[in-house]
């Protein structure tokens, strides 16, 4: 249990700044990959995409609602979905 | 208005673990397209370009000053940036 | 040295909002580019990579490890890596 004097020793350490201890919180930054077949490839819930890859050499491509990846040249057999997100 | 009481009652479950609480802040990570006429495409201050497409099936592009996307081919009529932040 | 009168100053003003104020971190995302000759474009350590960009015109590429990309076309000069953190 907490007494008075344990409390003011940890309170002298922890205002010793003024309060404004930094956080022992970390974000993460991580991606992963999702390949689907044909022109369209979609980020797992809570993802961001970030970049496409398309089948037969093509760069063109845009990114649906952020999370999908969709391949714009006429004949496209893949499409990859590069997927980002803070954790 | 606080009191000595409620103030120590409030410490004890403060300091309960060392005073190193999780913090309540969090960042968000998130992206938007810009898409340009030519071979150029600037991300919105702030944002940096994680990947860039182009017109004409390009897939050749590199990144300037983090923020612009520009693509290599010969003949380009349009450049997308995939901008993201941290918010 | 603090005293229980500059501790209960700081305390008052600590807790006004139960103890839960705004952590003082910042995190930043920032990206770089590595481009290498031939085929695969590797990150610096503890980078992820959110984007690939292959020489002649290809778009067709994949991440190994989370940090390498790779071009998928059957003739590539260059490379390059897309490569971002959280700091």
């Known amino acids: 249990e907490e007494t008075l ?3 003011m020793k940890k309170l002298k350490e922890a205002l010793r700044d003024g309060g404004n201890r930094p956080s022992t919180v970390t974000h993460t930054f991580s991606c992963t990959s999702v390949k ?9 819930a809570g993802m961001i995409a970030t970049g496409c890859s398309c089948g037969f050499a093509c760069g063109s491509w845009n990114v649906q609602n952020e999370n999908v990846c969709h391949c714009l040249c006429p004949i496209i057999d893949w499409t990859l979905a590069r997927c980002c997100q803070l954790s």
């Open 5 to 7: 004097d344990s409390i």
């Open 36 to 44: 689907a077949l044909g022109n369209l490839a979609s980020c797992p």
